[in-house]
């Protein structure tokens, strides 16, 4: 059974900065991408941040600049690193794993920015 587990939420005042951490367990293979989403109150899920085994790394516009996402070190985990945050990327965060026909999500993980 593959499990993601989230961490790293919390409260941040406007400026500050979150590491926000998914280990992914279970029988993963042929991972096309991880990534987070977030998803604001009222909004739709939108795509944050994404990355593929090889390394190749994609954002949304909104966060390009200031949010950077990596490969852990061990296996199938991944990190976003956020700076400067602004009250609009208040959501909650929601890390994934890709496969060709299947995509496995965490609990989410909510981030609160506060002006």
């Known amino acids: 059974q593959v499990q993601l587990v989230e961490s790293g939420g919390g409260l941040v005042q406007a400026g500050g900065s979150l590491r926000l951490s998914c280990a992914a367990s279970?029988?993963?293979?042929?991972?096309?991408?991880m990534g987070w989403y977030r998803q604001a109150p009222g909004k739709q899920r939108d795509l944050v941040a994404s990355?593929?085994?090889?390394?190749?790394?994609s954002y949304a516009d909104s966060v390009k600049g200031r949010f950077t996402i990596s490969r852990g070190n061990a296996e199938n985990t991944v990190n976003l690193q956020m700076n400067i945050l602004k009250p609009e990327d208040t959501a909650v965060y929601y890390c994934?794993?890709?496969?060709?026909?299947?995509?496995?999500w965490g609990q989410g993980t909510q981030v609160t920015v506060s002006s």
């Open positions: 279970g029988i993963i293979f042929s991972i096309k991408s």
């Open positions: 990355i593929t085994p090889g390394g190749s790394a």
């Open positions: 994934y794993v890709s496969r060709t026909y299947t995509t496995y």
